[in-house]
């Protein structure tokens, strides 16, 4: 079971970006109903991934990366950009929807700009940093 961990957390990474990006698009035509709608099931999903992956990491430790060369050099900056993105994503969410419980949608709505671009950068880094680690082939 904790041998699909990687690929399940993969999988709620990815839905829960898919779900944010069509919050978007919904917001930007005017479809408010169905901006919250989406952006609820974006942070239930981003949750759970995030409990899914740090219990996975909690019991399996770090999957080291098989490959050498300058395509490690490469693999751990993108690690870098990876985490700070995803720490970045994670602090700014809850402001973000604070104010957008409050009604304060322009705050939110500058606010939910900046949290959108990280979040998908953090969650295609991701995937990259995960294809490189499970599916390398050296």
């Known amino acids: 079971m904790i ?10 990474n990815l ?12 917001i930007r035509n005017e479809q408010e109903r169905r901006h919250k709608q989406l952006m609820i ?8 991934f ?9 019991q399996q430790g770090i999957t080291p990366f098989p490959g050498q060369g300058a395509i490690r050099t490469f693999y751990f900056s993108l690690l870098i950009v990876h985490g700070l993105t995803a ?4 602090a700014i969410i809850p402001f973000t929807l604070y104010y957008a419980l409050r009604q304060r949608r322009e705050t939110h709505r500058q606010l939910a700009r900046w ?11 991701g995937l990259i940093v ?9």
């Not at 099931?41 to 759970?48: E, F, G, K, N």
């Open 50 to 58: 995030l409990i899914s992956y740090l219990i996975y990491h909690a």
């Open 41 to 48: 099931a974006a942070l239930v999903t981003a949750t759970l």
């Open 87 to 90: 720490v970045i994503t994670a």
């Open 3 to 12: 041998t699909l961990m990687p690929h399940w957390n993969t999988f709620l």
């Open 15 to 26: 839905l829960s970006l898919n779900l944010a990006l069509m919050a978007y698009f919904a």
């Open 130 to 138: 995960y294809l490189m680690v499970y599916h390398w082939q050296a």
């Open 115 to 125: 949290t959108l671009l990280l979040w998908v950068l953090a969650s295609l880094s």
